[in-house]
């Protein structure tokens, strides 16, 4: 097996890297820093994150600094503060035993005065983001006549979040006679564009096949309807009972929106997207990276720098808009060496999106049918079995309890007590998940009967939201002419229509949760008339139905005893829609999911 020795790195950069735990170099390793020790020919390397690109590039860099010189010898450019700070943060790790050397990390965001005032003291290795890179240049606080070598990490990303313009104008300014090492996991035209402008025959090196996925991930579907996305969710969670994983959204608002679902629902989960500070994203990631948290919804941007390897699960609440990003999502679990699954979440119609995406990352998606309640009992309970086979017995404490405990308990046999207190924690978890009922959306359900039908289920469903209009039949309207007036506004595409109910100087209609704000900005902007009149459209309280009465927010798990220390109180989890009904609780996550285990990365209490 090939050492890092043979690769040609000195001893200081092997004792650095044996602390921190790396025995042999990656396949990336292994071509990229022989290459660029040996040669100064430029590199195009494809490589997916996780792979261990960062040292690639790094260390053969490392390998050669000038050390006696106070010159800036190499600039790396990343897409996002967090990829930037990760890249320092590694190299000042590599070059832990290299004295004199310096490393900064440049990004938008932060005081730029600090920076510059890091900057004027001599850095070898400067990892910045394009925008405030520029912005350097520009003040001229930032000189690369003198750089020898720059690298463009995730080339593919920097060019997807507009940074074109910026690269062009950091590359016009570094001398011809450097070596530039790009790196991306995916090559579409706009990165070959890059390679072919501004490299000069470049070598290329591959970890793995070009844009093709980790060996690592499997990927699945679940087809469900629109209604059932954030159900299915769900169920993707409670089976899984150790999850650990990133569901990415599209956009900003999506991210928050499932978060906030989620975390009323009683899930271990945030979000993380840019419309957050740069605080609080640093928090939540911090605290995602410590396991404080199972789940993190994000964007595609927002995630970028997260540097985990332990990721059980990708999540693709919907597909991305670029296919490429799919690589980019599916890459982040199934990382240094560990096995992970990329779940895309699709309805019927989106099901044509999977192929270009098999084609891009070579593998087939394998339609999965989404968990039944049978299934996630089955998980929860013996996740729950196995938490009671390796709870610590704290026997100075509870030994004074014990024999009134012994007294009441009398008569029962042991297989009694078993039921009993596996019934305790999971009675509710049960109830839940009785008569569960089947999220999957077959192509046969497809109909023109079906709408009608689901519609008069539809009447508690969790997933549509209830809106007030100030017309009604006196305005002639109709549920036709209401159902016309929705689409007018081009809310979303095949956005679902729920119940609708035509009173007489007002209606109410249900539409798709997802796009409530979006419904009711539509209306606005577009300034909606009906015969005549202005159209007011309001969220107002869903109606209850005997049913689901005093369910909403039902109890909470509180009575219990709060013993998560900082963790937040416990909220039961929501019902999905359809079976309102049943108990009060969602399975209590104190109970089922375990408040007592060790590991933090337990659902919020
Ligand atoms: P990267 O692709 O550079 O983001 O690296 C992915 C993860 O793999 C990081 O957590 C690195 O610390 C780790 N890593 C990189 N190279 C090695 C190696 N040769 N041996 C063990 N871990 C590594």
């Known amino acids: ?56 590039f790094g260390l053969p860099i490392l390998e050669q600094i000038d050390l006696n010189s106070k010159d800036t ?68 606080q930032l000189k690369l006549s003198n750089i020898q070598w720059l690298v463009l990490d995730e080339a593919d990303e920097m060019l997807n979040m507009g940074f074109k313009d910026e690269l062009d104008k950091i590359l016009e300014v570094t001398p011809k006679e450097k070596q530039t090492l790009l790196f991306s996991a995916t090559f579409p035209r706009e990165v070959e564009g890059i ?37 299915a969710l769900k169920r993707i969670a409670d089976v899984n009972p150790d999850i650990y994983s990133i569901i990415f959204c599209r956009t900003r608002r999506e991210t928050q929106e499932i978060a906030d679902k989620l975390i009323k629902d009683g899930y271990n989960a945030d979000a993380l ?44 609440h919907k597909l991305p ?152 039949r006196k305005d002639n309207l109709n549920p036709a002419r209401l159902i016309g007036l929705i689409n007018d506004q081009k809310i979303a595409k095949n956005i679902e229509i729920g119940q609708i109910e035509i009173l007489d100087t007002f209606s109410f209609f249900e539409l798709d949760k997802n796009y409530q704000a979006e419904t009711i900005d539509s209306f606005k902007q577009n300034g909606a008339e009906f015969e005549g009149r202005n159209v007011n459209v309001e969220i107002t309280e869903k109606k209850r139905s005997g049913r689901s009465g005093g369910r909403r927010d039902g109890g909470s798990s509180s009575d219990r005893g709060d013993r998560g220390g900082d963790r937040k109180r416990s909220r039961d989890r929501k019902p999905e829609g359809d079976f309102s009904g049943f108990g009060r609780k969602r399975p209590d996550s104190k109970s089922a999911f375990g408040s007592t285990d060790k590991g933090s990365k337990r659902r919020k209490r």
């Open 273 to 316: 997207h840019g419309d957050l500070s740069q605080a609080q994203r640093d928090s939540v990631m911090e605290k995602f990276r410590k396991k404080h948290l199972q789940i993190l919804v994000a964007t595609d941007v927002a995630a970028r720098g997260l540097d985990v390897n332990e990721l059980t699960h990708v999540i693709n």
């Open 73 to 140: 010898q190499a600039i790396i450019l990343s897409p996002t503060r967090e990829l930037a700070l990760q890249i320092a943060k590694n190299i000042e790790e590599f070059s832990k035993y290299m004295k004199g050397f310096s490393v900064a990390a440049v990004y938008g965001g932060a005081s730029i005065e600090d920076q510059i005032r890091k900057l004027k003291k001599g850095v070898h290795i400067i990892v910045g983001t394009p925008g405030r890179t520029v912005d350097l240049i520009k003040r001229k």
């Open 321 to 472: 808009d670029q296919i490429e990003s799919y690589t980019h999502r599916s890459g982040r679990t199934g990382r240094a060496g560990k096995v992970g699954i990329s779940i895309a979440i699709v309805t019927s119609r989106e099901k044509g999106k999977l192929r270009p995406i098999e084609r891009l990352i070579g593998k087939q998606f394998v339609s999965t049918p989404v968990p039944t309640g049978k299934e996630i009992c089955q998980n929860q309970l013996l996740k729950l079995i196995d938490k009671v086979h390796d709870i610590k017995v704290n026997d100075i404490e509870i030994n004074g309890f014990l024999p009134s405990i012994y007294e009441k308990l009398e008569g029962l046999d042991r297989e009694e007590l078993i039921k009993r207190f596996v019934s305790l924690e999971f009675n509710t978890f049960l109830s839940y998940y009785q008569n569960a009922p089947d999220l999957n959306d077959s192509d046969q359900m497809r109909g023109s009967g079906r709408d009608s039908d689901t519609r008069g289920k539809r009447r508690d469903d969790e997933n549509m939201s209830r809106f007030f209009i100030n017309i009604g």
């Open 195 to 231: 390679a072919k402008n501004y490299m000069y025959k470049p070598v290329e090196i591959t970890s793995g096949e070009k844009n093709k996925g980790s060996d690592q991930v499997s990927h699945q579907y679940y087809v469900v309807s629109e209604r059932n996305r954030y159900n």
């Open 1 to 56: 097996m090939t050492t890092f020795k043979d690769l040609g790195l000195n001893e200081n950069i092997i004792k650095a890297l044996t602390d921190l735990g790396y025995e042999n170099p990656t396949e990336i390793q292994e071509k990229a820093i022989p290459q660029v020790i040996a040669s100064k020919a430029d590199l195009k390397a494809f490589a997916q994150t996780g792979t261990g690109k960062t040292a690639a």
